[in-house]
């Protein structure tokens, strides 16, 4: 449990916070530690949501203001539980993000009589495919949970102002050839080589950056994931698939996951219009096929809000700049 003891000290409650696992999916323990802090604060009203949990202040200020951040975490890799080295806290999820989980509820605990109204929001499955997001499904079961004049989301960026959100188009590329003992190798086609072609067609691909009310945003095109059969001694024949995740800038207009482009425009300059072979390697062949797109979070992007003079009124015009969100996804 988080202990008053614990919920006063952001370090020491990053700790408790990052030593409960909570892979995406599995946050209900989290979820609960979460609830039970935040019902023993009487200035708080308190909801529970699924594994969305909500703490408000009352009504009685002329603006509010959204501290959100996710309870869930990539796979844990070795790092738990949490450790200690000098100033730095090591373990799955202290920097996303169980650190701004931790520094919203520390602010909850020992804030009673904030500036402004306050809504302390924490929600699920931020980290797996966007139908599952905490956030998400709220906006659309209880959408007047989300209003407020001005909102947060506390994903650490070292003092940084990051505005806006990217969005992503993914891609899965399957290499297919025929299947052989690798001691006759002459008799198959390796679908591995065939997605040779693929990665260094990644490797050369050369990000844009586009600015938008002086807020910097930046391209990606990577492969995040690769799967295949397991037999050693065979030639792959099938199955050997790279998933490409496009992560691309937002824009002004809601219908763009990239600066200046629709997604059929994104789609066709990563080769993700057309269907059929890529490429080939012997007689190996890669097929393409587009998947999923996403728009980017937020519809308004940077405009808008950053033209608003009324957020530098707010904690966060403590940061030292603002800059483009560039929303960077680990690696599978």
Same mark, same amino acid.
């Given at each position: 449990m988080l202990s008053p003891e614990i919920l006063a000290d952001p370090v020491e409650l990053t700790r408790a916070l990052v030593d @409960?696992?909570?892979?995406?999916?599995?946050?209900?323990?989290?979820?609960?530690q979460v609830e039970a802090a935040l019902r023993g604060l009487p200035h708080l009203s308190v909801e529970r949501i699924g594994n @969305?949990?909500?703490?408000?202040?009352?009504?009685?200020r002329q603006q509010r203001v959204i501290l959100a951040g996710h309870l869930d975490t990539v796979p844990v890799a070795g790092n738990l539980p949490s450790r200690t080295e000098g100033d730095l806290i090591h373990g799955c999820g202290t920097a996303d993000m169980k650190s701004g989980a931790a520094l919203a509820l520390h602010l909850a605990a020992t804030v009673e009589g904030p500036r402004y109204? @306050?809504? &302390?929001?924490? &929600?699920?499955?931020?980290? @797996?495919?966007?139908?599952?997001?905490?956030l998400y499904l709220l906006s659309r079961s209880h959408p007047d949970r989300l209003t407020a004049d001005f909102a947060i989301l506390l994903e650490p960026t070292y003092g940084l102002v990051e505005a806006g959100c990217q969005?992503?188009?993914r891609a899965m590329v399957t290499a297919t050839g025929r299947r052989a003992h690798s001691a006759r190798s002459w008799l198959g086609?390796? /679908?591995?080589?065939? /997605?040779?072609?693929i990665l260094r067609t990644l490797e050369a691909y050369t990000p844009r950056s586009v600015t938008i009310d002086g807020c910097t945003y930046r391209e990606g095109l990577n492969a995040v994931r690769i799967t295949g059969p397991r037999a050693v001694r065979r030639v792959r024949r099938a199955g050997d698939r790279l998933g490409a995740g496009r992560e691309a800038g937002a824009g002004g207009d809601a219908r763009q996951g990239v600066p200046g482009r629709d997604r059929p425009a994104a789609a066709g300059e990563a080769g993700l219009d057309r269907r059929g072979p890529v490429c080939g390697a012997g007689r190996a062949r890669a097929e393409l096929r587009a998947g999923r797109s996403e728009p980017r979070a937020y519809p308004r992007g940077a405009r808008g809000d950053l033209q608003d003079p009324g957020w530098r009124r707010h904690p966060s015009a403590m940061a030292r700049r603002v800059t483009g969100r560039h929303h960077g996804r680990w690696l599978r």
């Open positions: @409960v696992e909570s892979v995406s999916g599995n946050e209900t323990r989290l979820a609960g @969305v949990v909500i703490g408000r202040t009352g009504n009685d109204d @306050v809504t &302390y929001l924490f &929600y699920d499955c931020e980290e @797996v495919e966007s139908e599952r997001n905490g969005g992503t188009l086609a390796n /679908a591995i080589h065939a /997605a040779g072609t």
